[in-house]
């Protein structure tokens, strides 16, 4: 039997439960996942939900909804947008994330449009906003945001071995040791890394830089693995569209671009043709014989 639709989201998006229905769709490790179809307009109209209970899925879905916003703004058709995210009313501690829908197909479907490669770089190219509050870029993310279930603390900083030595080196290993205990030998390894390896091969990566825009920061997808991008279709409006390619399950930050490359590469996925062609758009940071240091450090 299909689920009803919370009255939340019905009122959110302003919808008619009448003419609206959900059924379970796909699978998530962190969150139950649903199509919801509707009529808008008279038009079809089909959305994609997730819901999921506590604290830690408050935490996640916020962060998600930021995260596809601010990659969706910098390059459009890059990933869903986000519309909605909140309390349901039907149940307890229980919350939910609404995008656009994504029909996803196989990597060997036909695509219209940019690359991979090419929307990545135009990613990775475009400055990240000045938020609120501050007059200058800087590196952090307006929210918390979640890599896997792992929270990750985005607060911001004008420096990126700062931020990447105690946003996520350093609070990383005292979130393990909240989860698993104390480990002296892994607090040892972690903490010369942050102290030694990062100010070395990071070197003073600040907004002011003399570097230039390589040092500005950009919007990251900061999961970007080979289950976390595709070949789809936004299919929330009658059901067409051209076949892109989509990444999606983002945990977004103002970084550096190299930062996302990490993830990426530790997990494989992407060939040869991919990097080619994306070093051709996004050439590496000098100094370059120190890239393939950097992109270890970054795998950590």
């Known amino acids: 039997m299909a689920p009803a639709v919370d009255s939340a989201i019905l009122e959110?998006?302003?919808?008619?439960?009448?003419?609206?229905?959900?059924?379970?769709?796909?699978?998530?490790?962190?969150?139950?996942?649903?199509?919801?179809?509707?009529?808008?307009?008279g038009q079809p109209t089909h959305y994609f939900v997730k819901t999921g209970r506590g604290a830690d899925a408050e935490i996640m879905f916020k962060g998600e909804h930021a995260s596809l916003n601010a990659i969706a703004n910098a390059v459009p058709n890059f990933c869903p947008r986000a519309y909605a995210h909140g309390a349901m009313c039907s149940a307890t501690d229980t919350f939910f994330l609404v995008t656009d829908f994504l029909e996803l197909l196989g990597t060997s479907s036909s695509r219209s449009g940019p690359s991979l490669a090419a929307k990545l770089a135009q990613l990775h190219t475009t400055p990240a906003p000045i938020p609120p509050g501050h007059d200058s870029p800087v590196f952090g993310f307006p929210v918390p945001t979640c890599c896997g279930a792992t929270a990750q603390d985005n607060t911001w900083c004008a420096s990126w071995p700062d931020f990447y030595a105690n946003r996520r080196l350093r609070s990383i290993l005292r979130a393990s040791v909240v989860n698993h205990g104390e480990d002296a030998a892994l607090a040892d390894a972690v903490e010369k890394v942050a102290e030694r390896v990062v100010p070395r091969l990071l070197g003073s990566t600040t907004t002011e830089a003399a570097s230039g825009e390589t040092s500005r920061p950009v919007v990251v997808h900061g999961d970007l693995w080979s289950g976390n991008h595709a070949r789809g279709r936004f299919a929330s409006r009658g059901g067409g569209g051209d076949v892109e390619e989509v990444v999606y399950d983002p945990s977004a930050v103002y970084g550096h671009a190299e930062y996302?490359?990490?993830?990426?590469?530790?997990?494989?996925?992407?060939?040869?043709?991919?990097?080619?062609?994306?070093?051709?758009?996004?050439?590496?940071?000098?100094?370059?014989?120190?890239?393939?240091?950097?992109?270890?450090?970054?795998?950590?």
């Open 12 to 41: 959110v998006l302003g919808l008619d439960a009448s003419a609206t229905t959900m059924r379970s769709h796909g699978s998530s490790g962190f969150a139950s996942t649903f199509k919801l179809s509707t009529t808008v307009d």
């Open 260 to 300: 996302e490359l990490g993830i990426m590469r530790m997990f494989g996925g992407f060939g040869r043709e991919f990097w080619d062609q994306y070093h051709r758009l996004v050439p590496k940071a000098e100094p370059r014989d120190e890239w393939e240091d950097r992109v270890s450090l970054y795998e950590l």
